[in-house]
């Protein structure tokens, strides 16, 4: 596998937010979002065996089996249980990560899959909780998003839409909308775009939309959605990397 980083942080934009993580990136990405801060991620990268991978995550924090099951059935996995794999497009590597998948599940891990849903989704475990993000207009991406993958969307999943201005939050009402997301997955998430140059600052003035306005425009709507931020950027300086 091609792989850009594997280290520990905290879960950053999604219902685990907050809780310690292990992260493996990816390296590609067959996407070029107009605000992507993960370009590092678009060449390059070591090759690391399977085991390689597995022994550094297990490494980093083992999975810890004694009540984890527990836990998990109630929405909070045990610490050191949790691992994200990002990217970069980490579904450009299925052959190799869909067996890492097995082998982290197999050894009690939680696993989160963050993706585009460019590529098709169906061959995921279904113990895998995927966080895909839908592309909106203003990243220079939208319509990627494969349709056919709300087949494979669980109860278990999270969508994601990450929004620059007025007309992203359409797009995204509406597609949460048209395709029921409510009653498909875990929950909906609306997150503003940070800017791309950030400043130092850790507050909202790096967002490109104002959360306050995302915020009263899902009231106004009455939207059923999660108003997200990215709390590794209000924790570290914005344009940390490996965090
Ligand atoms: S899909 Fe992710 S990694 Fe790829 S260009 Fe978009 S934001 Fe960057």
Known sequence: MHIIEIYRSLQGESSFAGIPCT?????????????????????????M?????????????PARRDGNQNRL????PAPGALVEITGGE????????????QRLLARGYTLL??????RPLQNVPQE??????????????GGTFRLGNLEALTLRDEMKFVLGDRTDYEFARDFTREHGLQG??????????FLK????QRDSSNCQLDPRMLAEWILEDKLDVRLGLQIHKFIWEPATKGV
């Open 197 to 200: 140059n950030p400043t130092a």
């Open 113 to 118: 899959l963050e993706t585009s849903g460019e």
């Open 49 to 61: 065996t399977l085991d390689e991978v597995e022994q550094e995550v297990i490494r980093l924090a």
């Open 73 to 76: 059935e109630l929405g909070t």
């Open 184 to 193: 498909k997955v875990n929950t909906v998430i609306f997150s503003p775009v």
């Open 23 to 47: 992260f493996v990136r990816l390296a590609a990405c067959n996407l070029r979002c107009v605000w992507c801060d993960s370009e590092y991620t678009f060449t390059g990268g070591t090759k």
């Open 90 to 101: 980490p579904m450009l590597q299925e052959r190799e990560l869909i067996p890492l998948m």
């Open 128 to 141: 895998v909780h995927k966080i895909v993000d839908v592309k909106c207009p203003g990243s220079g991406e």
